[in-house]
């Protein structure tokens, strides 16, 4: 693969839409359309990013017989969809700030503790350069309605067997399927 170019073709409120030109080994000409939270990618090496632009949360009760997750009306997908919560690091925060910032809004939980953190992934690598960190850790309280309007989220918490059957008849987010497959079994 040959990089020749990178074009902006929409600047939207959230995402910018980028076409990458390049060549196959073979010298054929590609393009390959991407979105990406950087509104000025210029160059390839700017396509790879330097931190993350979102928090995804993976909870469990205190006691660790629990995994929470949310139900959310995913525009997207149009419909329900079981996800960890997550969101955008905000300008100023570190990804601990924005993962307590965000189980607040979205759940109305505490994060208790932060047991680790997974390095860097991508979000959907087959058109987005979007990165996230992942926190893991211990949360409790009372669960609340999330406190967007623009957010339909329903958070709850989940038993290892509860989370089998779910698995078997709901939709998922990709990275929260696997995650609770893995953990379900354990």
């Known amino acids: 693969m040959r990089f020749v170019s990178i074009d902006k073709k929409e600047q939207g409120r959230f995402?910018?839409?980028?076409?990458?030109?390049?060549?196959?080994?073979?010298?054929?000409?590609?393009?390959?359309?991407?979105?990406?939270?950087?509104?000025?990618?210029?160059?390839?090496?700017?396509?790879?990013g330097k931190s993350a632009d979102a928090v995804v949360l993976v909870m469990h009760s205190v006691d660790?017989?629990?995994?929470?997750?949310?139900?959310?009306?995913?525009?997207?997908?149009?419909?329900?969809?079981?996800?960890?919560?997550?969101?955008?690091?905000?300008p100023g925060e570190d990804a601990d700030t924005a993962a307590a910032r965000e189980l607040r809004?979205?759940?109305?939980?505490?994060?208790?503790?932060?047991?680790?953190?997974?390095?860097?992934?991508?979000?959907?690598?087959?058109?987005?350069?979007?990165?996230?960190?992942?926190?893991?850790?211990?949360c409790s309280g009372e669960i609340k309605m999330s406190d967007s309007s623009f957010e339909e989220i329903e958070a709850a918490w989940y038993t290892?067997?509860?989370?089998r059957k779910l698995l078997k008849n709901e939709r998922f987010a990709a990275r929260t399927q696997a995650y609770c497959y893995m953990w379900s079994r354990e």
Not at 111 to 131: K, P, Q, R, T, W
């Open 160 to 163: 290892k067997e509860e989370v």
């Open 105 to 138: 809004e979205e759940t109305g939980l505490n994060l208790v503790s932060i047991d680790d953190h997974i390095g860097l992934s991508y979000s959907a690598v087959g058109f987005s350069n979007e990165m996230n960190v992942v926190v893991i850790g211990k």
């Open 15 to 48: 995402i910018t839409r980028y076409d990458i030109n390049y060549e196959t080994e073979d010298g054929q000409p590609k393009c390959y359309e991407i979105i990406s939270r950087n509104s000025n990618i210029k160059t390839y090496e700017e396509l790879h």
């Open 64 to 90: 660790g017989e629990r995994i929470l997750l949310n139900r959310e009306f995913r525009m997207a997908a149009g419909m329900w969809v079981y996800n960890f919560p997550a969101g955008l690091i905000d």
